[in-house]
């Protein structure tokens, strides 16, 4: 086991089976030492964890569970990084995260959702997992989920 999975086990997590895409596109994709993570989505045994729009208000989904979503995206990502680079050690940067928040218009808290991701990639990987990133509110995201959440890391190619 890698560090890095290490570093997640002390949090009571683990990589979790790569999610198959939803769509016409693989989940992750090498560029010379960059690897490219599609738009991942809060999916545990290949259903959403949640849906619906952030906010505040009955029916919407509160920014705490969509902070959790983004952790659950951030997690997904970890597995399509793994599947591409195998050795999760191997990781010398993540560079951007760009996170999407499906809001009510009146929501402006997406900084805060998305701190969901950046927090775990910065346990998981350490210094390393300091990025730039984005976070940005949204209309809608596919499969009526409230969080999506991209990403490109920097990995060690000798490994």
Avoid: W
């Amino acid at each position: 086991m890698s560090k890095v999975e290490d570093r997640l086990a002390e949090l009571g997590l683990t990589v979790p089976p790569l999610v198959a895409p939803v769509a016409a596109y693989t989940p992750a994709k090498k560029d010379g030492k960059r690897i490219y993570v599609s738009g991942q989505l809060p999916m545990v045994d290949g259903a959403p964890t949640r849906t619906g729009k952030v906010g505040a208000g009955e029916g919407l989904v509160t920014p705490e569970q969509a902070k959790e979503c983004a952790q659950i995206c951030a997690l997904n990502a970890i597995a399509a990084i793994k599947s591409v680079v195998g050795d999760l050690d191997r990781v010398t940067s993540v560079v951007k995260l760009g996170g999407f928040v499906a809001s009510d218009p009146s929501f402006s808290g997406q900084p805060g959702v998305i701190n969901g991701a950046s927090d775990l990639f910065a346990a998981a990987f350490g210094d390393a997992g300091v990025h730039a990133r984005a976070a940005v509110g949204v209309a809608a995201l596919p499969l009526d989920v409230p969080v999506e959440v991209e990403v490109i890391v920097a990995f060690d190619d000798e490994g």
